[in-house]
């Protein structure tokens, strides 16, 4: 009996010392799981999910705070993405939230002022100009993220939605009558 | 190297103490349930024993009387084995041997067979065996009555040259599609009585003991 | 709106494809009701009746049409499969639960045609043999065997009456059964050959019957229904394993000849490993497939607890097909060699 | 405070379900449950190792440095498993003998460790214990219905072995539910179990799919069945 | 004069249907009172649009400037004058419409300087610089712009391949074509031959096109040139690029690469004939031959001019008969359906078929797929297409892609031998154009990313730089003694912007009110404001980055 309990009391001694030194050897520094995130993340840095960018939104995903259903520009395809990742369940967006059609901003070069505010909105740089100048937004950088709405002084900035060009067209889920979905887009 | 040695310190120290608090009340239950366990163990044994022995024909203790049985062909015992004399008001009133049919459908199928000294069943029981579920699987006690028919018969009940299956022409019982396993626990039935037979004087020669 | 191609090519369906599979089966079909009696046509037209219940229940339940799938042919083909498999002249009640294992849960309950995991005619007989050994194991005795030979009136009554006639009258062991409980009773080979059951190479009846599904595999690949590979690979593997089980101990194990022709091995060469829906399909899977069943089956047969390990082998495989295809894709066109 | 007790309840016998949602610990799931005593037997040991390896866990978690959590959290179910284990070798060696190796297997069954990780390490002595008995729990009612059915679909009885655990007179409690029948003895092998466990899983699907319908065609179109 | 076959895996032999159209000499087509002229007949960027609406232009004037690396110029097919350049329909899957010149022709037809290039003294390599406006593309169907591919690169060509081997059922007219216009097009393989610097030059027909090359061979015996007129069994899709590559050299084209990598380049031989008529003429493409058959009253081929309306040239074809179900357009087995017959006629297009129900049946409804692998057996890029359909379906496009997906050629074998009738190429043009949306999605993603985070640094070091001069200026400050007030800088930027902000609501009201085309005095008074705001206020430089 006592010589079970010393075995069972050395090797409790001896592993846990070994986890111990193991465990400041071979730390990890950073979060490789929000990298993960953050690559399904849009990157339209929008902040509709609550965080200043896709990037905190995904540390914060990735230390379990935040839910996966809060970027509706990743649409459900995303949220999907994020589930697989992190071995949840997939849910569907909260109310009043929910993915709109893929947009891009416009400037009216009728009414900007050049008053620069939109060009420090924007997240991704999409916006080119100078003080006193015309701005214009790079249609193939912009997000959508409609970051440059609010801070316009005069509303010059509208959404346009992008439609579908021969350019952009894509082949149809078959079994699908193309032309209905046609005329119903 | 300070921040090393601390941690170290400190997770084998919990771990220690884990391990002796769950080795102390791990030896504590043993302890505890030590004579509980092997009388249950013994009770089981006991009553598998007795399964081939009619109740009230013995009242000596049937495991702590317990005899080693040389390995021999006839009993298909490769491995030495066990016999268990029983007694019923000091004398012998049975034996148990323990046997082996080789030659199951799959594999070995173990017996307990009991012997009155006349030479008589009391009755036989298999206690291992790996036949077909369905098919082979009849002789076990748990499927089917069939094994009961060995109580009463003996070497001359019925005549050697009907100890075999009815499809083989004997007067045992068999089902339909499935004869290997039944044949064979009959053959090893029949040199089992062969055996007791062979060595009658020594097996009820034994000292039994009674301490029931 | 479905885009090119728009031509297709003539007269292939599934509803075709399985017909002429069927008719593949009608020499074997033929030579079995010529050597163990018309008993299996009643069996054929149960378990077929069966088939087209139980899958017209099964897609009511799953809420799918019953038009294309109830008349593609498949479930007749699956029934026909398992009649031939399983004996014939048993209770109704057998050929009903082995259907139900075969169209409900093997088939339905993965998904239907094309979804099925497992060969749904086997997944019928494994459930069988498995639950019911002792029906599964008396086969109607070849013709000229039997005291009594139940015409077709009789073996309706013994199918779904009882009728009053003992098993032993009309059936017999098959030479499987018979091999292996001579082997398994200390007896050798030339004991169980020895017995009347016995013909030429394998069971007598039942080498002619193997011989007619044999030619009704050639009418398969010849019709590019089936490829080569499973059926050659099969029958190889059966050869080779049972050749050097026999070298190694001639007394107690059956040549290679005697088990390509005996149980189900030509059965399942041809109609049952083909079954393109659970076999392997790449070229060189194939070959794995069907070679790794046909060494089970001779295994099975030699060491295991059920005669014949058709059934079991290629079910044993049908598990492991999705992960054979998986290494074994063959070299798509423009990627160089070795290169995955 | 209710709402909690009742979340947990109804996290371990149905939402969150060991045996038929989580798909964990099927070793024991499929090899012991062959008839309903056995595997209610089954469940309620290591409902009792879970009950009591989460409240231990609970109560030690804030002496455990993180990297040894797992070796003392084994260390802790392993202990009240060889515990159970000797317990009933001395007292009920009839299930004990049919139960076999499934008894110190609990050890490893992953439900148990997952629990006192998951939940134990992070919340109070009660509600660990109440999750540790509800989980637990909700594997004995899966071992249960499962073996209650392979039992009624092999043999046609229910309860039998009844005696292993209550002694001999309990013999007089088993059901024959269909008499004279055959019994499909693929249910009680193996293959009957894994048959049974994914129609198990199939209906608790359905139900949850049923009870989702309303609120979902209101939210949602329904997708297009391909 | 065949020489020798290679094996190719995969295909198969639908009805060929080549003689309804293959027996008349090729027609050329009237001028049409107008033409369409899309400006992407190519693969690649668009043409840049040169004219605009009212502008007259002359026929082979140049209308669209190539754009980019990988683009052809498109140029006007008769004279007359610009009508519009706006977006038309024209043929394509989608059915969408897209950007196109719309020329009135004036009747007199009146060309463009045009001059032949001295290609026998360019040495090779610098051809295809003189060929850039050209707008040559190959018109086998993937219309690749042919400068491009006449570019070695780098690479040496050791063969030139001419590939005449027409596979598709119903087209004739690279058939006809080399019949008639053996010489011209043999003319063309030796100016490409001589371009890229190739040591021979074999020709692939298939050998149910006898005559077609039977023409060949005279033309080389005539011109004395080293080619080699090689008759490929027929056998659907010998006539793919890397199909006939392996069947006259044995050579795989490795996946992901082009011929050129393996030292061949392959062309149409209608290519080969457009470049001769520019090399010789000086002329660029301006017409191509296109079969016109199936459910039309006189199926034939017509030389068209690009441009001219389709429902001109069926019309030019008898017209179709009754009970016409609608139109393909290139071939049965990968043509795609023509939403309007007004479309114009493309580069691209080599074939019309009208259809009916006959000819075309309606696709029976989809069975599940049952594993048979008859796709697999005819599958010329040795797919294993069922599974490909598998993952596409699930759109589990990772899986997809790793069984290859990107190296179908969709020549349509698997759909056409499907027992279940699935339309698999369809699920695998599905799979691949959502792959390359998503590739080009995560292409954006990582782009936005890359700048929002150089963006989040370069405020970091603002936000240092700015408060490293407040700190000086206030260490200034406490030196001098002065007090700290309100700015009197920002307090002046502040009015100034808000009285941009008014302005600029009302211009906004005003433009809301009215046409922006047509300024107001009060408009163009607020803009002039604004104007000279801009010109007059200082540049400030600091909020800019």
Redesign the interface.
Known sequence: ?IS??I???V???????V??????FYRVAGDPLADKI?DI?????CGQCGFP???PYAEAMAKGEADINRCPPGGEPGIQRLADLLGVEAK?FGEGVAPKPKSVALI?E???????LC??AC????IVG????LHVIVA??C?GCELCLAPC????IHMEVVH???N????????????QQ?EAA | MNEFSHNIKLTSLSLFGFSVVGAVLLAGTFQLTRPSIEKSERDAKIKLIAQVLPAGSYDSDLVKSAHPLPADPLLGLRKPGEYYPATLAGKTSAVVLEAIAPDGYDGEIKLLVGIQPDGQLTGVRVTEHHETPGLGDYIDIAKSQWIRQFDGKSLDNPKPDDWKVKKDGGKFDYMTGATISPRAVVKAVEHALDYFAQHKAELLAQEVNHGQ | MIGSPFILKEHTSVRFTMIKVMAALVPGTLAYAWYFGPGIWISLVWCSLLGIGFEAVALVIRGRPLQPALTDGSVLLTAWLLALSIPTLAPWWLYMTGMFFAVVVAKHLYGGLGQNLFNPAMVGYAALIISFPVFMTQWAAPTTLANIVPNLSDAFDLVFVGGSITPDAYTSATVLDSLKTATRGGHTVLDAFAQPIHGLIAGKGMELVAIMYLFGGLFMISNRLITWHIPVAFLAAIALTAGVLQGLDPAHHAGPLFHMMAGGSMLGAFFIATDPVTACTTPRGKLIFAGLAGFLTVIIRTFGGYPDGVAFSILILNTAAPFIDAFSQPRVFGHAKGVK | MASETRDIIINGLWKQNPGVVQILGMCPTLAVSTSLVNGLSLGLATAVVMALSNTAAALVSRLVPPAVRIPIYILIIATLVTMVDLLMHAYLLQLYLVLGIYIPLIVVNCIVLARVEAYASKHGAFYSFLDGLMMGLGLSLVLAVLGGMREIFGKGLLLSGIDLALGPAANAYVIHVLPGYQGLLLSILPPGAFIGLGLLIAARNRIEQVRALPRRSASLQPQQAT | MSGKVYPIPGGLHPPEHKTESNAKAIIVAPLSAHYVVPLRQHIGQPARALVKAGDSVLKGQMIGAPEGRISAAVHAPTSGRVVAVEARPVAHPSGLPDQCVVIEADGKDTAADMQPIAWRDLPPGELHQRLVNMGLAGQGGAVFPSHVKLATGGTPIETLILNGAECEPWITCDDRLMRERATEIMQGAEIMRHALGAKRILVGIEDNKPEAAQAMQSACEQLKLAAEVTAVPTRYPSGGAKQLTQLLTGLETPSGKISTDIGIQVFNVATAYALQRAVELGEPMLTRVVTITGHVAGPCNIEARLGTPIDELIRLAGGDLAETSGHVIGGPMMGFDLDDTASPLVKSVNCIIAKNQELFPPHPPAMPCIRCGQCALVCPAVLQPFELYWHAKSKNFAKARAYKLFDCIECGCCSHVCPSHIPLVDFYRFAKSEIAADDRAKLAAEGARQRHEFQLLRQEREKKEKAERLGKKASERLDTGAVAADDPEAERKKAILEAAIERARQAKEAVHAKNTESLTPDQQHQIDEIEARRQAAPQDSEQQA
């Open positions: 009996m079970a309990i075995v069972m009391a090797i409790g001694l001896v592993l846990g010392s986890l111990g030194w193991a465990e400041l953050n993340l849009p990157q339209t840095q960018g896709c990037r569907p009216d009728n009414t900007c002022i050049g008053c620069t060009i420090q997240p991704v740089d999409a100078a003080s006193k100048q193939d950088l997000t002084p005069v509303d010059c579908e060009t021969v952009n067209w894509k082949w149809r889920y078959p079994l699908i009558p193309i032309h046609r």
